[in-house]
């Protein structure tokens, strides 16, 4: 019903930033929030960032709280994470999802993921 597909992910170096997109087809995107999540090697997948339906509301993880936007363009059926001030902890692939219901920092109340771009940052 709903496909997402991510792109914009790379090797950057720390201190560097990058921009993620994620576009979506099928469903009524601009109905539904929209998460980031990621998840590295050996750990859970962890929320990043959410943006109600409307982009008025983000939502970020301690993590990335002052270092990541999170952003939406609903003519294009696409959400953005800007990552700044990257760090080598901020390595892992990088989700984003659509919500359906519950708490936005739950992996579980999203109903539709993309494939994953990888970010990796060196020191």
């Known amino acids: 019903q709903v496909q997402l597909v991510e792109s914009g992910g790379g090797l950057v170096q720390a201190g560097g930033s990058l921009r993620l997109s994620c576009v979506a087809s099928?469903?009524?995107?601009?109905?539904?929030?929209m998460g980031w999540f990621r998840q590295a090697p050996g750990r859970e997948r962890e929320f990043v960032a959410a943006?109600?339906?409307?982009?008025?509301?983000?939502a970020y993880g301690d993590s990335v709280k002052g270092r990541f936007t999170v952003a939406r363009d609903n003519t294009k059926n696409t959400v953005y994470l800007q990552m700044n001030s990257l760090k080598p902890e901020d390595t892992a692939v990088y989700y984003c999802?659509?919500?359906?219901?519950?708490?936005?920092?739950?992996?579980?109340?999203?109903?539709?993921w993309g494939q994953g771009t990888q970010v990796t940052v060196s020191s």
């Open positions: 999802a659509f919500h359906s219901s519950g708490s936005y920092a739950s992996e579980a109340a999203y109903e539709y």
């Open positions: 943006v109600s339906p409307s982009g008025y509301y983000p």
């Open positions: 099928g469903g009524i995107f601009s109905g539904a929030a």
